[in-house]
């Protein structure tokens, strides 16, 4: 089945810095890769997603890039503010009817003033 | 629009005793289902998923079991909790090739 890694586990930046976080993905079948932000307590929210048809995708200050042949996909987010601290998370599916995400492990990112 | 709903919110049981979570989604029909735990501080570990009414899919074998009695109901149950079963339970849902969305989960602490 499907293995998603994620890194880092933990990323610190300074406010305006830009912030990468990279998965890589094991089953070729794959084609659904949406990234979720997860605030202290709250449910994960969809920040973005994007689909083995594109290459990039973009929304304001946050993109994802997918290199299919490589099987890796990150999230760029560029003048980060401190509200942009939480946990995101990266998952992948095959996207067909009956097929669950599948998540990697998280990445805490703590943006200071 | 859609919503999904979860009860209870929080909820501390002691060991050994049954568990029911329940989870309903409105404004969409025949959605795929999931339920989801998160530890402390951990990812989101996959538990069962359900893509109609009595088909469920266990991800993880263990003391846990899901029900889906009703097209946009599904229900986590267990009939003996371990210190272990604490912990984040998230429902979400999602139109067979689009987007998942999760419901505002039950905190479950196992005394």
């Known amino acids: 089945g499907e293995n998603v890694e994620q890194h880092p586990s933990t990323l610190s930046v300074q406010e305006g810095d830009s912030a990468v976080i990279k998965c890589t993905y094991s089953d070729s079948a794959s084609n659904y890769f949406p990234w979720y932000k997860q605030e202290l307590g709250k449910r994960p929210q969809l920040i973005i997603d994007i689909r083995s048809n594109v290459g990039e995708k973009k929304d304001q200050r946050i993109a994802v890039t997918l290199n299919k042949t490589a099987k890796h996909f990150s999230l760029h987010i560029t003048e980060t503010q401190p509200e942009d601290s939480a946990v995101y998370f990266c998952a992948a599916s095959g996207h067909q009817a009956g097929t669950a995400l599948i998540f990697g492990k998280g990445t805490t990112l703590s943006v200071s003033s | 629009s859609q919503t999904i709903h979860q009860w209870p919110a929080t909820l501390v049981q002691p060991v050994g005793s049954p568990l029911s979570l329940e989870c309903t989604v409105e404004g969409t029909s025949n959605p795929n289902l999931y339920w989801y735990r998160q530890a402390a501080g951990r990812g989101l570990q996959l538990l069962f998923y359900?893509?109609?009414?009595?088909?469920i899919s266990s991800e993880v074998p263990q003391n846990l079991s899901a029900s889906r009695p009703q097209d946009r109901q599904f229900i986590l149950s267990s009939k003996k909790l371990l210190l272990s079963d604490s912990g984040f339970y998230l429902c979400?849902?999602?139109?067979?090739?689009?987007?998942?969305?999760f419901g505002p989960g039950t905190r479950l602490t196992v005394t």
């Open positions: 979400a849902w999602s139109r067979p090739g689009y987007e998942q969305y």
């Open positions: 359900s893509v109609g009414i009595g088909q």
